[in-house]
């Protein structure tokens, strides 16, 4: 059957046979319908209820041609070339054919319910659209040069492929469907594929410029995507089970979001490829990611089991951002890469090494345990932890800078920066201006012990109560000597008393003691005369049953007087800004922190070992003179401590006691 159009305007042709009798849709020979030229003719041809429509249409240049199929078994193929543009619709019938068209052609192919939607090939810059619905199977899609090649695949059982190479565009949708294939993009082509709920989503390729996207929501498997040369590849894969791996080449970009998967497989980036973003959450296993040359790669886990390593070389940049994830795996990094990590709840942190003129950045929170960080070269190492277990060790080489801050860390293992270095520590400032006006500084073990003294202090708000803090049993002779909260006075060793290191200092028959270089009241002091305290702390002694005055005034005066009692006498004389106080002030042992305390213009009070022994009632008076630690003329008895400051409660006084015994004992220089 030839029919030929010889003005223009459309012509319908209606292909209606009643069953049983299709023969005459049946013949093999073609039909042809010719526009005659005419770039305005339009042609629908519509098949209605046969069950064969097999036929080869083909149009001139300009032409048009919808072709609608509402149940037919088997619709067969369209051909349309240069500038013709073709529709196909066809419901329900078990078989869409395919539908080739070259040059600057359109064909659109909406197939519902179809038992197997074909296959379109398009050429030149040509533009393919596919639509599919219910249909069990969806074949593939070839589009060249510039063309465009989009497919929406609703609960089909399998969706094919798309292929779009040199500068094709290609957009893929596929909802519910049981496999869905594999897309290629080629040169400037684009691949955009969404999958939704499909057992299986296989893989995507994208060469050249090409750019290529996927997504894919509650798949059981999600395949990989691969950009070469200038191509992107976007993944993004939810609930689905497996989410399989992306490689970026050459100047391509990688984009992977991946959540609630069960396994995120792995990401390489190379040459001046960017893996921009890596992001899975609630994933059992996050694999790994590579990121050689100038690429960047940035990765992002939440609630994961397990996160692995990342590695960046020459100018890369790695970010990782972990939250409750069960472990944090490794990152290496070099040349003047830049890396950052942060973990939040992550039962492990590993390790990052930055080479060269890295930069690393750790954030840790709630971590059990913080691994190490190394930077090396013109690096900068900084890490923030909170309430880690183990904050281990960070090394920062060259002109490398280490900043730590820590806190409520259990253990703060070592910070190292060594060339031109410098560390900024997560010590308390006050310990940290210590440890800098040490002569000899203090291992960062001890120096971490008086850390958590000093902020057990602060914490219970008696730190800023108190002048002075000196740790006799300290590391060497000079900063034993040293005030902590004023680290640039240090006391005395006038009467040549012998130091003993985490042990203190020892009377002898001759010398005269510990003087201080200020007076107890001075300018600006906490200590005042009617709210003072002040006590001195013995882990030693030679001869019992004594009464010795282990603190007294430069100035002879009475004023201050403490006494250090285990001979059972109830009449020891102690004083705290008074002269005549007399109360009942002994213990078994001289090896106690004995301290004093007046509370008001009247009262007074004596504490071993931070629990009140006594009190009394005097009318205070204004302390002159210095402190003198150390009794004149009596050997043997060692002072491990000493503070003063104003007046304390009975519950700091406890409190002050306990921290200073567990700082004294870590270093065998303990009173009690």
């Not at 543009?85 to 319910?113: E, F, Y």
């Not at 094919?160 to 500068?167: A, E, L």
């Not at 070269?377 to 002109?399: E, K, N, P």
């Not at 259990?410 to 997560?426: F, I, N, W």
Request: net charge positive; aromatic share 4%; with cysteine.
């Amino acid at each position: 059957m030839i029919i030929t159009m010889t003005r223009p305007g459309p012509v319908t042709l209606d292909v209606q046979v009643p069953a049983p009798a299709p023969i005459a849709v049946q013949r093999p020979a073609p039909v042809i319908l010719t526009a005659g030229g005419v770039s305005a003719a339009a042609i629908i041809a519509r098949a209605m209820a046969p069950v064969v429509l097999s036929a080869t249409i083909s149009f001139p240049p300009a032409g048009a041609q919808p072709i609608n199929a509402a149940s037919v078994q088997v619709l067969g193929h369209l051909r349309s070339t240069i500038e013709a543009a073709a529709l196909v619709l066809a419901q329900a019938g078990p078989v869409l054919g395919h539908v080739w068209q070259s040059a600057a052609g359109a064909v659109t192919v909406d197939a519902q319910g179809a038992a197997v939607l074909g296959h379109m090939h398009a050429a030149a810059v040509v533009s393919v659209t596919v639509d599919a619905s219910a249909a069990p199977m969806l074949g593939h899609v070839g589009t060249f040069v510039t063309g465009g090649v989009r497919i929406t695949a609703a609960s089909a059982h399998v969706l094919r492929r798309v292929y779009g190479s040199i500068n094709a565009g290609t957009g893929r949708v596929a909802t519910v469907a049981a496999t869905l294939g594999h897309v290629a993009g080629a040169a400037t082509g684009q691949v955009p594929v969404k999958a939704s709920s499909s057992v299986q989503f296989a893989r995507l390729r994208a060469s050249g410029a090409a750019a290529a996207k996927v997504t894919g929501t509650a798949a059981n498997v999600l395949g990989h995507g691969l950009a070469a040369g200038g191509g992107q590849v976007h993944v993004a894969a939810a609930m689905a089970s497996t989410l399989g791996h992306t490689g970026a080449a050459g100047a391509g970009q990688t984009l992977i979001t991946a959540s609630a998967a069960q396994v995120l497989g792995h990401v390489t980036g190379a040459a001046s490829g960017h893996t921009a973003s890596n992001s899975a959450t609630s994933a059992v296993t996050f694999g790994h990611v590579s990121s050689s040359s100038a690429g960047a790669v940035t990765v992002a886990a939440s609630a994961a089991q397990g996160l692995h390593h990342l590695t960046a070389l020459a100018v890369g940049l790695v970010d990782v951002t972990g939250s409750g994830a069960a472990t944090l795996g490794h990152m290496t990094q070099v040349a003047a890469a830049g890396l950052r990590v942060s973990a939040q709840a992550s039962a492990t942190l590993g390790h990052t090494v930055a080479a060269a003129a890295g930069q690393v950045i750790v954030h840790a929170l709630s971590a059990p345990v913080l691994g190490h960080v190394g930077g090396s070269g013109a690096g900068t190492v900084a890490i923030h932890v909170s309430a880690a277990d183990v904050l281990r060790h960070m090394t920062a080489a060259g002109a490398g800078a280490v900043a730590d801050h820590a806190a409520s860390a259990v253990t703060l293992k070592k910070v190292t920066a060594s060339g031109a270095g410098t560390v900024a520590s997560s010590y308390d400032t006050v310990t940290q201006a210590w440890i800098n006006a040490c002569t000899t500084a203090p291992t960062s073990t001890y120096a971490g012990q008086v850390d958590t003294f000093i902020k057990t202090l602060r914490t219970n708000s008696i730190l800023t109560l108190l002048d002075d803090v000196t740790i006799l049993a300290g590391h060497n002779s000079t900063d034993a000597r040293r005030n902590i909260l004023a680290p640039t006075v240090l006391w005395t060793n006038t009467g040549s008393l012998t130091f003993t290191a985490f042990g203190g200092f020892t009377t002898n028959t001759s010398g005269s003691g510990l003087t201080s270089g200020r007076a107890i009241k001075f300018t600006g002091s906490k200590y005042a005369q009617n709210s003072a305290s002040f006590g001195i702390a013995i882990n030693a002694y030679t001869t019992a049953n004594t009464t010795e005055a282990m603190v007294s005034s430069s100035d002879s005066s009475s004023t201050l007087v403490g006494v250090a009692n285990d001979s059972g006498n109830s009449n020891s004389i102690v004083s705290i800004n008074g002269t005549s106080t007399i109360i009942a002030y002994h213990a078994s042992t001289k090896k106690a922190l004995w301290a004093l305390n007046r509370s008001s213009s009247t009262a007074v009070q004596g504490y071993v070992n931070g629990s009140s022994t006594a009190s009394g009632t005097n009318t205070s008076g204004a302390p002159t003179g210095s402190a003198v630690l150390g009794p004149t003329g009596h050997a043997g008895i060692r002072m491990c401590a000493w503070f003063s400051g104003q007046t304390l409660t009975a519950t700091q006084h406890s409190t002050f006691e306990s921290a200073l015994n567990t700082l004294l004992t870590a270093n065998g220089a303990n009173y009690r």
